[in-house]
């Protein structure tokens, strides 16, 4: 006696769909250190039947924050705060300050409905049967009637999640939804040019399994033109200080004074010449704050004509002073 295939195979066995349809973009094509910026994931249900997409997540270097968390964390601080004494207030003072440098690995990424001012804290593990369903102050999640140990699993982590204002989103067949990641630098004035690769994790559940799908997107993060010009400014004092030190002439306040201006002057513009002359790239790396300062240096102390062919034939060459 035969027996085919389809009907040897355990009833319980999910079939294999395939991947999900992920499409990832950024707000801007040049990110600048200091400032938020997002990266979007368009999430689209290729399948024949619903899915539901849990969490959307990636891991992000030291070098950045997760601002969509630092809300969130922000919001629990102030909702908490109805009644507080000085050293409550103390304490809350220094959570607010160690919120925006705990490094906590993982970014994640929340829809439109996300809204960190609402207070989720009162969600607790209290569970009124009803029927086939469970109410838990309003929100309603399947609880089996012989939960096994699985079950119970992925209960609890959506329940933890929807504390963390991440609300699952049913995607009926062909329907997308968008995810949004909310970053944003540590620092701006020291911060070292960033090359990182996102691998995007997306948790959805279909045929009543767990699935998760992966993508990689790739981000350049510099510096931005007034952290490199400030490094320049600092760098040009220096240097012109030093070649008046170092001058065997003797030179009065006032002559100080005049190489220290043209040595700003100077070397802010040869800063913003760099960065609109992409062929000077290779011959001087201006990439951060320190390039900024090392540019300074070398204006102010050897003189601006060392530059002046950034400018083009008509500039006429000069010294810094």
């Not at 949004?180 to 960033?194: D, G, I, K």
């Not at 306040?253 to 220290?260: F, K, Q």
């Amino acid at each position: 006696m035969s027996m085919s295939l389809a009907a040897a195979m355990p009833a319980s066995v999910a079939p294999v769909r395939g991947s999900l349809r992920l499409n990832v973009s950024t707000s801007s094509p040049q990110i600048g250190a200091g400032s938020d910026f997002s990266i979007f994931v368009v999430i689209q249900n290729p399948f024949d039947v619903p899915i539901t997409i849990n969490q959307v997540q990636t891991h992000i270097p030291i070098e950045l924050l997760d601002v969509n968390r630092l809300r969130l964390e922000l919001a629990k601080q102030e909702h908490s705060a109805t009644s507080m004494s000085i050293t409550s207030l103390i304490h809350q003072i220094r959570q607010r300050l160690t919120a925006r440098t705990r490094h906590t690995g993982v970014a994640i990424a929340v829809g439109t409905d996300f809204d960190p001012t609402v207070e989720r804290d009162f969600v607790s593990l209290q569970v009124k049967s009803m029927g086939d369903h469970s109410s838990m102050v309003g929100v309603q999640f399947s609880f089996p009637t012989n939960p096994n140990p699985e079950e119970l699993d992925r209960l609890f982590r959506r329940l933890a999640d929807y504390k963390h204002g991440l609300i699952p989103v049913t995607l009926q067949p062909g329907d997308s939804t968008v995810k949004q990641f909310v970053l944003r630098t540590r620092h701006w004035l020291l911060f070292t040019p960033l090359t990182h690769t996102f691998q995007i994790q997306v948790n959805y559940s279909g045929d009543g399994v767990d699935h998760t799908d992966t993508i990689a997107y790739g981000q350049n993060i510099g510096a931005t033109i007034g952290a490199i010009s400030i490094g320049a400014c600092c760098g040009a004092v220096l240097g012109a200080v030093l070649k008046h030190l170092s001058s065997a002439e003797s030179a009065s306040a006032a002559s100080l004074g005049r190489a220290v201006l043209v040595a700003l002057l100077a070397s802010i513009a040869v800063v913003v010449a760099f960065a609109r002359k992409s062929a000077a790239q290779p011959i001087v790396s201006v990439e951060d704050f320190w390039g900024g300062a090392l540019i300074g240096f070398t204006v102010g102390f050897f003189g601006f004509g060392q530059f002046s062919g950034l400018f083009g034939t008509a500039t006429q060459s000069g010294t810094g002073g």
